[in-house]
């Protein structure tokens, strides 16, 4: 399976592509103008205290509040309070945490207003980013995430990720970074650190402890709403996170994000510095790996899928609901169950896939085709586990219903991507609606292929809007030459003008329009 990173940058956005086998797995979109990240530490001003909610309201520079639940304080909030006091007051001329004396931890039944009081400045880091109308989510347990471990400052603790299974290994790591770690810095290990050496988990803990030391410099002359640590951008974001021994390539179009990505490549994997390819081609980088195409077919209200079935995505305030449809040609199975089982599961691979695609969060609802043996039942919530395995973000799925609906809960921490795949209609001017065009030419092969060798017509004639008749016709070597050598039979192209541009009729010998 070939891993490929393709990255789109211009100056007011960036666009980022994750494939696998040349099929888009992940996209991300990073507008020029979101400043308010996930990871990054400002330093806030208190605006309001609420107690009702048990939270308080801080500025940060946004241009709506951000929230603070007492949950979010975490158990150290009051030495992280004293220390950037005095980081501040200029007090305390070393940014390091050796030698300083915590605080008690406060109370986990406490109120906001024991802690916190307005106008009081205070460390905050992003967990959630604007949302709606909503301010970002805020959290006072600092960390900082590296390649191999997360960094948690006033902490002492060592914790390791539950995907290491191999008890050898968990100790052996744990053993390893409780020797190597500073002073009052807690580690959490990430999956990706099995197996790896001493020294490669030194590095990155000494580039945590680095970065921590250089915000707390900057704290001493910060203004409130200021950065104080900054995540880094999302094409690095996500190399840290998925950059594995698999990854064949990372292409970008943007010559200042291809030295980036190198140096930053060069530090984390130099043995995968090769990989990194500046690309010029004529074709935008997008059209060349064909995700152009693919984004207008995977973000549509329907997404089709591979055995024929589709899915309707719904989006409402509440939560997403998702219709899984066999369609008319899930007819190869010699039973109504083992139909139906057939469709669930493909469909379960691709809702896996779009709540990536889409970082679609909250609560989604799945209404399955129903299945009456519990065993299928068990298989499809067993394969949906599966499948989401590769999610970076946290979920949780039930099993299928009396009503055949699943539920799933996926984490949701930026907005949620929606791409337009609408397009104003040729023929009405924009009254109506269509589907994307750019896919009309998909829907004329996959239906043609499905009438020569599903229904084994003999003599078909295709009716269709004269710029596609152009397509399919012109040149040395046409469309249609190539589907006489595919399929060994000659297809008849009528150019009717009647039609509009996203519309096609096969008809049989007798003339009569063949049912798809």
């Keep these: 399976m070939s891993n490929e990173l393709i990255i789109n940058g211009s100056p007011n956005d960036c666009r980022i592509a994750l494939l696998k086998d040349r099929l888009l797995e992940e996209f991300h979109q990073e507008k020029g103008g979101n400043k308010f990240h996930v990871g990054d530490i400002y330093l806030g001003t208190v605006r309001k205290i609420v107690p009702g909610l048990n939270a308080a309201f801080i500025d940060i520079g946004y241009e709506k509040d951000a929230f603070l639940h007492y949950l979010d304080l975490g158990p150290q909030v009051r030495s992280l309070n004293k220390f950037s006091r005095l980081a501040q007051s200029k007090k305390n001329s070393s940014p390091k945490l050796a030698g300083f004396k915590s605080e008690p931890d406060i109370n986990k039944l406490g109120k906001i207003n024991q802690v916190l009081s307005k106008g009081h400045q205070v460390l905050v880091q992003v967990v959630k980013e604007p949302i709606s109308t909503k301010g970002p989510r805020l959290t006072c347990e600092l960390s900082l995430a590296g390649r191999?471990?997360?960094?948690?400052?006033?902490?002492?603790?060592v914790s390791i990720s539950k995907k290491v299974t191999n008890k050898e290994e968990r100790r052996r790591l744990v053993r390893l970074l409780t020797s190597i770690k500073p002073e009052n810095f807690g580690i959490i290990i990430r999956t990706v650190a099995e197996g790896k050496d001493v020294a490669e988990l030194d590095r990155d803990l000494g580039d945590l402890v680095g970065k921590w030391e250089k915000g707390i410099r900057a704290l001493r002359t910060a203004k409130p709403k200021d950065k104080v640590i900054g995540e880094m951008g999302r094409a690095s974001s996500i190399l840290r996170d998925v950059l594995s021994e698999s990854?064949?390539?990372?292409y970008t179009d943007d010559r200042d994000m291809y030295g980036e990505i190198k140096s930053y490549i060069g530090t984390i994997a130099p043995d995968k510095e090769k990989i990194v390819k500046h690309y010029?081609?004529?074709?935008?980088?997008?059209?060349?790996?064909?995700i152009e195409k693919q984004l207008k077919s995977l973000f549509g209200q329907t997404v089709s899928l591979?055995?024929?079935?589709?899915?309707v995505i719904e989006h409402t305030e509440a939560l997403h609901v998702i219709d899984v449809n066999s369609g008319n040609k899930s007819n190869s199975e010699s039973n109504q169950e083992t139909t139906a089982l057939k469709v669930n599961l493909g469909a379960a691979t691709e809702i896996a896939r779009q709540l990536r695609l889409r970082d679609m969060g909250g609560i989604i609802?799945?209404?399955f085709i129903d299945m009456k043996s519990p065993e299928n039942k068990r298989m499809l919530f067993e394969k949906m586990k599966e499948f989401m395995k590769p999610d970076r973000s946290k979920f949780t799925i039930l099993p299928l219903t009396k009503f055949g609906l699943m539920q799933i809960t996926r984490q949701r921490v930026r907005p949620e991507l929606n791409i337009v795949t609408k397009e104003k209609c040729p023929t009405c001017n924009g009254t109506g609606k269509i589907q994307a065009s750019i896919l009309i030419t998909d829907q004329v092969?996959?239906?043609l292929k499905h009438i020569l060798t599903q229904q084994n017509e003999?003599?078909?004639t295709i009716a269709l809007h004269p710029f596609l008749h152009a397509y399919y016709t012109r040149g040395l070597i046409?469309?249609?030459l190539k589907w006489y050598f595919q399929y060994r039979r000659w297809v008849n192209l009528v150019a009717d003008t009647s039609l509009p541009v996203t519309e096609y009729r096969f008809h049989n010998k007798d003339g009569d329009v063949i049912e798809i």
């Design 280 to 290: 010029n081609g004529k074709a935008k980088i997008f059209e060349h790996f064909g």
């Design 148 to 157: 191999y471990i997360v960094l948690v400052p006033f902490s002492n603790s």
């Design 306 to 311: 591979r055995n024929g079935g589709y899915l």
């Design 247 to 250: 990854f064949d390539s990372i």
């Design 365 to 367: 609802i799945i209404d």
């Design 478 to 480: 046409s469309k249609r």
């Design 445 to 447: 092969e996959k239906s």
């Design 458 to 460: 003999k003599d078909i």
